[in-house]
């Protein structure tokens, strides 16, 4: 059924593995926050989608152009002669509408009104199936995974799906009529072809191998892991106890990351892990799990 898997924002990886090793300016912490969010309701509408029939089509994390305009699709929908555009929003607390105008509350801070950006993101959508020779018609629905938010003052015909009706508006998508899957194959074909790669909006802070700390954080709460005994390691901070090489293995990953054009070898990823592992300990890992490049001191380690 699913045509195009979601996968983590490369934004949101890098802001995690930084936010652990970094004491980041407040604005970031807040852009990891609002990331992590949104991606965590996402993933909860993706698990609602699951049971949808097979002839299906979905589509998500579609990064697109039309115009010289980006956009961005959370999920797109594609069944029958019909393309649904979902807008997923894990907002939670209490919000009203007044003049079209959207408020956070008690505060009454307003907010970005999302309902622009749908339809923003619809009209750019339509213009590109155009260019593509598509012609078929466009629902969009902001979809409100959150159980703990509630809108007030809300018009009767918005364009949106609230906690409670997620289940009724799911039941009614089932029951959508299907068609020729050849043709929606088709046209989901040329929508991943178009779809880029990477934001180029995206927002890193700057950083440097130096200014890092060195160790290796828990996987559950980011505190750092103590010196690993009888092949485990255990946070003195949760408590979680990990594998040794599973620890130490995401330390290579996070490495890989933020670091993409360095070379990956022995003394660099104890020095990174901060000295828990042994360089015995670090190359064992290393040639399980990579393809070994060079030898003696030249030598480095690449993804297999």
């Known amino acids: 059924m699913i045509n195009r898997p979601r996968f983590e924002p490369r934004e949101l990886e890098l802001l995690r593995i930084l936010t652990s090793r970094l004491e980041l ?34 589509l998500n994390d579609l990064l697109l152009e039309n115009s010289n305009t980006l956009f961005q ?12 555009v979902f807008e997923v929003k894990n907002y939670e607390g209490d919000y009203c509408i007044e003049n079209e105008r959207w408020y956070s509350l008690p505060s009454k801070t307003e907010i970005k009104n999302p309902l622009f950006q749908l339809q923003r993101c619809e009209t750019l959508l339509r213009g590109l199936l155009k260019e593509l ?3 078929l018609p466009i629902k969009s629905h902001l979809i409100f995974i959150n159980p703990g938010f509630q809108l007030y003052q809300a018009p009767l ?21 299907t068609a020729a899957k050849s043709r929606n194959s088709k046209l989901a074909e040329q929508l991943n072809s178009r779809c880029l790669k990477e934001n180029p909006y995206m927002r890193i802070p700057e950083y440097n191998y130096a200014q890092l700390r060195k ?17 485990y390691l255990t946070c003195g901070e949760c408590g979680l106890k990990e594998k040794a090489d599973t620890a ?15 070379k990956i070898t022995t003394n660099t990823i104890v020095d990174w892990c901060g000295g828990v592992g042994s360089g015995k300990t670090v190359r064992r890992i290393l040639v399980r799990n990579y393809e070994k490049k060079g030898r003696g001191k030249a030598s480095y380690y690449q993804r297999r």
Do not use: M, W
């Not at 990331?35 to 989608?49: Q, V």
């Not at 160790?215 to 092949?231: A, E, K, N, R, V």
């Open 73 to 84: 699709i959370d999920t797109l929908l594609i069944t029958g002669s019909t393309l649904f």
């Open 215 to 231: 160790g290796i954080p828990c996987d559950s709460c980011s505190s750092f892991l103590t010196p690993f005994t009888q092949g």
């Open 133 to 135: 020779g598509f012609h």
């Open 248 to 262: 130490i293995l995401r330390c290579v990953n996070e490495f890989r990351v933020l670091f993409p054009d360095r």
């Open 157 to 177: 015909n918005i364009s949106a799906v609230f906690p409670s009706q997620l289940k009724r508006f799911l039941k009614k998508l089932k029951n959508t009529p």
């Open 25 to 58: 300016p407040l604005k970031d912490k807040n852009q990891y926050l609002f990331l992590e969010k949104g991606y965590a309701g996402e993933l909860h509408f993706d698990r609602e989608l699951q049971d949808l029939h097979d002839d299906f089509i979905i």
